[in-house]
């Protein structure tokens, strides 16, 4: 529509461009709304009184649902708690194998006891792993991570968490796959749970933590349903995707080999589509590992425990070893299954082999363990890494950071007071000026220039929920810190981004660093803000955009180089400098990629927001982490929901303008 | 639509090769109509809506009141441009896709009123079909392939692994039945493609352009491959083609599609004498006619009590028999199947052939 404007002006060249009067329009009407806020104080700041009791409803809904709801033959309580014993048992041998071992004592005083796998056995397993997956380096670097655990004292800890990720992974890949499948199968399943899996991916964690509290209890079980729920959506869409991608011809082969539906799916469909879904595999460990440190919230124990709680004491040191740990966990894992999925096939030499001789990885890592195991009996140290030649460097961190803050304390002081002073205060003040009537309006004509009348109702709707239940002012301070954190990871991501497209050493360093930036779990960005700058607003914002720059140099380098070769051919030969390549050519057609990463950008924001509400902002995160320390579902919920709407109207607005724009350029 | 009539023209110059089989496989009326209310729209229309009622209603006539029979034992090649209908008609035929009308025989079974079981049964012991792009399980072995069809019929292991190497020895693929599709060539991997369909003896074979993603000198092999095959196995044939010189070379009888609808069925022999359309001749034109027409087409009538010496078969081509009569003086016999002359063959008549002279017979 706005292309046909714009025509118009050109033809009779005096008619204004209708988009431009509306915009026009619709400020001096917010101006005018703010200069009449003594007469109509509801405009702007919305009423109190007005305030629908959501959060009310909600918590009453889950007390009936937990303490009266019968479903005949037991409770809604029974349920799920019998649910939760049943997920009890491997989870129970998963921890046993890796962490506790097996006590089996009919005779308290003679225990029998199974001892776990020792770490030896383990790095040298998950040295294999790598080595039959990726070759040596992928052997030593899985192999290094693994012994960073023994190392520096974090093994008991490692286990605990990587025994809940080992029974997680494989639960939520399956409950994925299951999902997807339906959703590919029918239509209609599709379309219903589409918005569902958008809210499950926007919904801050903590939100739903309550629930899962109340109704499964506290400990590793709960911890793992919410590891489980925030990693699986992404695995249901994979599915899906990689399901569609089979080609025609393929599955129509299927059909006329006579497969029945059932034979199609699991013969022919889910075996080509190998490659997609183990692409889901490693969405759903990442996230796994990702939920560490807020699933110890609920009890999952282990790394994640030790995080936090040095993360409280502000015991810095301990808490990086920890945080790093983590890390390295990830990485490995990370890694691993990546080396897996991208494997090359088996070719027709092996079916030649004997059964030993196609297996010499398996076998080579049975053997590590008996030969580990039968060692140890004799040399413990073999069994338990001694505690003598574990390493710690946190008395090291401390004593850096106390360095800097000795020496740097006023320059560091400085930086933070400026920004609050001249940027962070004056936007949080206009923002929460503004009259909520009047951002309702204007999002709703941004939706309708982008999207049409449908999407001007969406965003309307969204954004009306969340005055209506009261979260408006949170949100306000929600979309100033969360929008001036993208602000800043998009003026240093796109540029980063540019650079790394137009050079190829560039590239390849910054590929490392986001890829280990995007391997890190949330929380670990934290550590180090909290050591240098204390807590406030500086602090998350600082984190918040260390955690969410990636995309945005991503999209930006992608973007530049998928720009058709032969245009700037084009543009070479008709003489442009380098620099007018990139400004009239590189950068116009990527733009709408840039914006996709800038959308990204957006989203890991609002997730990295709620958990910097630990380090005391004023927003919806903290409201939602309020709730979870008080249990109190309705309001988390509340907050939460409202945090993901904020998500969805900034998606769905830069995604329709994406998508109109790339159609303009003919690229989608 | 008024291609109908034209069609029947073309089948019937048909020198009777055909004509005397079985019919296998008939369609009439078949459509297939792409987009919403399609079935009412058709029902509106009587069935016979014209291009401008479709396109009007926002629907597209990816088939349009196709009609076609195939004999036993015949290769019956539908030749068509992309986005001509050609593939959507096969796919109709085996109900890959399901018509929006029309109906459709398997010998005496209507297969548009069978149910999705019979269907799978149907396919899993009468139907083969070959894909373009091959189709190959990337997981599966040659052997896993092609033992496909089988295994997922429930025959037994050895049994399936016997029948398996039987047809990959058929396509000449022995010994490489340990390897997967990625180790092979484009052309072996439609080898793999070609065994798989067959595994199961089906008595109609599919197959959908199966040579059109191949280099032209292997195309050519597998062409000639095709047909070794074909004199040993009889199978019937639909044979979906956008290469007319492919459908001329293969194929006993060919019907043409254009926008969704047949334009006209006939032998090759009969396209090049007697194109229905000017669609049609602008494909026949480039082809060099004395591959293509036999001496039956180019013979004289007997003059009374003549009885020319020696002889060709009627159906011999004339590229054939040039040079024997290129040599001589005398014009030769053309002699029916049972051996009988029914014609004199001039020299003049094959040169006017052989150098692309029009106007002949």
Redesign the interface.
């Known amino acids: 529509m706005s292309v046909a404007g714009s025509t118009r002006i050109l033809r009779d060249g005096v008619r204004l461009n209708p988009w431009l009067a509306a915009w026009l329009a619709a400020l001096v009407a917010t101006l005018l709304v703010y200069q009449l806020r003594e007469a109509w104080p509801w405009a702007v700041k919305y009423p109190r009184a007005w305030n629908v009791p959501l959060s009310f409803w909600i918590s009453g809904f889950m007390k009936w649902l937990i303490n009266d709801f019968d479903l005949g033959l037991f409770t809604f309580k029974e349920l799920t708690r019998s649910l939760s014993w049943l997920l009890d048992w491997p989870l129970a041998a998963a921890k046993g194998l890796l962490s506790s071992g097996f006590t089996f004592s009919s005779d308290p005083r003679a225990p029998i006891v199974v001892e776990r796998v020792s770490w030896v056995a383990l790095i040298g397993v998950v040295g294999v792993m790598g080595y039959s997956a990726g070759g040596l380096r992928l052997a030593l670097l899985v192999g290094g991570c693994f012994a960073y655990l023994a190392v520096f004292g974090q093994w008991d800890s490692a286990m605990v968490t990587l025994s809940s990720i080992v029974i997680a992974v494989p639960l939520g890949v399956a409950l994925g796959l299951f999902v997807g499948i339906a959703g590919f199968r029918w239509l209609r399943f599709e379309q219903a749970i589409t918005p569902i899996l958008d809210l499950m991916q926007t919904v801050p964690v903590f939100a739903y933590l309550v629930p899962i509290l109340f109704l499964f209890g506290f400990g590793p079980v709960a911890a793992m349903i919410a590891t489980i729920i925030y990693a699986t959506p992404p695995m249901v869409r994979v599915t899906m995707l990689a399901l569609r991608q089979v ?1 025609d ?2 599955v ?2 299927g ?6 539906t059932r ?1 199609l799916l699991w ?2 469909q889910i ?2 589509a ?1 490659a997609g879904l183990m692409v889901g595999v490693n969405q759903v460990i990442m996230l796994s590992l990702n939920m560490v440190i807020i699933a110890s919230m609920i009890g999952a124990g282990g790394l994640g425990f030790d995080v936090l709680s040095s993360l409280r004491r502000l015991s810095i040191g301990q808490g990086l070893e920890a945080g790093i740990a983590i890390t390295l966990l990830a990485i490995a894992l990370d890694r691993l299954s990546q080396a897996f999925a991208n494997r090359p ?5 092996r ?2 082999l004997t059964w030993v001789a196609r297996h010499p990885y398996l076998l080579t890592a049975l053997g590590i363990l008996v030969v580990t195991w039968i060692i140890g009996l004799v040399w413990p140290a073999v069994h338990i890494y001694p505690e003598t030649l574990e390493i710690t460097t946190g008395a090291f961190w401390e004593d850096l950071v106390e360095w800097i803050n000795v020496n740097f304390f006023d320059e560091l002081e400085a930086v933070k007071t400026w920004l609050l002073l001249h940027v962070l205060i004056p936007v949080k003040r206009f923002l929460l000026q503004l009259p909520w009537v009047a951002v309702i309006a204007l999002l709703a004509l941004a939706g309708l220039q982008l999207g049409g009348w449908r999407l001007a109702l969406l965003v309307a709707c969204l954004a009306g929920f969340i005055a209506v239940t009261g979260q408006w002012a949170k949100s306000m301070v929600t979309v100033y810190l969360c929008g001036l954190s993208v602000v800043f990871a998009a003026l240093i991501g796109v540029p980063v981004g540019i650079w790394a497209a137009r050079n190829e050493r560039a590239h390849r360093v910054v590929q490392v660093i986001i890829d280990t930036l995007q391997t890190l779990p949330s929380f670990v960005y934290l550590i180090p803000v909290v050591m240098l700058f204390r807590v406030g607003d500086f602090s998350a914002m600082i984190a918040i955009v260390a955690y969410a720059v990636a995309p945005a140099v991503r999209y930006t380098d992608h973007g530049i180089r998928q720009v058709p070769p032969h245009l700037i051919e084009a543009a070479r030969a008709m003489g442009c400098t380098r620099r007018q390549i990139l400004w009239r050519v590189q950068i116009p057609l990527a733009l709408p990629e840039i914006m996709l990463g800038i959308n990204q950008t957006i989203m890991m924001a609002l997730a990295m927001l709620v958990i910097t509400a630990l380090v005391g902002t004023r927003d919806l995160g903290q409201e939602v982490y309020i709730a979870l320390t008080k249990a109190d579902t309705g309001r988390g919920i509340v907050a939460g929901v409202s945090v993901a709407f904020i998500a969805i109207i900034a998606d769905r607005l830069i995604a329709a303008w994406a998508m109109r724009r790339k159609q303009e350029l003919g690229l989608a | 639509m008024a291609t109908r009539e034209q069609s029947a023209s073309g089948a019937g110059a048909s020198s009777g090769k055909a004509a005397a089989k079985t019919a296998k496989l008939t369609c009439s009326g078949v459509w297939k109509v792409f987009g919403q209310g399609a079935k009412e729209f058709l029902a509106r229309h009587d069935t016979a809506p014209n291009a401008a009622e479709l396109t009007g209603a926002g629907l597209i006539g990816a088939v349009r009141d196709a009609g076609l029979e195939v004999g036993e034992g015949e290769i019956f090649v539908i030749m068509g441009l992309s986005g001509s209908g050609k593939s959507t008609l096969v796919r109709c035929l085996s109900r890959l896709i399901e018509p929006t009308a029309g109906a459709i025989f398997f010998e005496d079974q209507d297969l548009l009123k069978t149910s999705e079981k019979e269907m799978i049964e149907l396919r899993r012991h009468k139907m083969g079909m070959v894909f373009q792009h091959f189709a190959l399980l990337p997981h599966l072995t040659v052997l896993g392939n092609v033992a496909f069809p089988l295994e997922v019929q429930g025959v037994d292991r050895e049994t399936r692994k016997r029948r398996a190497l039987e047809v990959i020895e058929l396509v000449g693929l022995q010994g490489r039945e340990a390897y997967y599709p990625r180790e092979l060539s484009g052309g072996q991997q439609q080898r793999v493609g070609i065994a798989r369909s067959l595994a199961v003896e089906p008595e109609i074979w599919f197959l959908d352009e199966p040579f059109s993603a191949l280099d032209p000198l292997i195309r050519r092999e597998m062409q000639d491959e095709f047909l070794r095959l074909q004199n040993v196995l009889r199978k019937t044939i639909v044979f979906i083609t956008h290469d007319f010189d492919e459908a001329i070379r293969l194929a006993d009888r060919i019907a043409i599609m254009q926008d969704g609808a047949i334009i006209q069925i006939g032998t090759p022999e009969a396209l090049v004498l007697d194109p229905a359309t000017d669609y049609v001749a602008e494909f026949t034109k480039e082809i060099p006619r004395a591959k293509v027409l036999s001496a039956q087409a180019v013979m004289s009538p007997l003059g009374d009590g003549e009885a020319p010496s020696g002889g060709v078969p009627w159906n011999t081509k004339v590229a054939e028999l040039a040079e024997r009569l290129v040599d001589s003086e005398e014009a030769l016999a053309v002699l029916d199947a049972g051996g009988r002359p029914i014609g004199r063959l001039e020299r003049r008549a094959v040169l006017d052939v052989l150098v692309g002279r029009t106007g002949g017979p």
């Open positions: 080609p011809e393929v129509e082969f059909r006329m080999a006579g497969c029945t034979q013969k022919v075996p080509s190998q096939p088996p070719d027709h030499r079916q030649e």
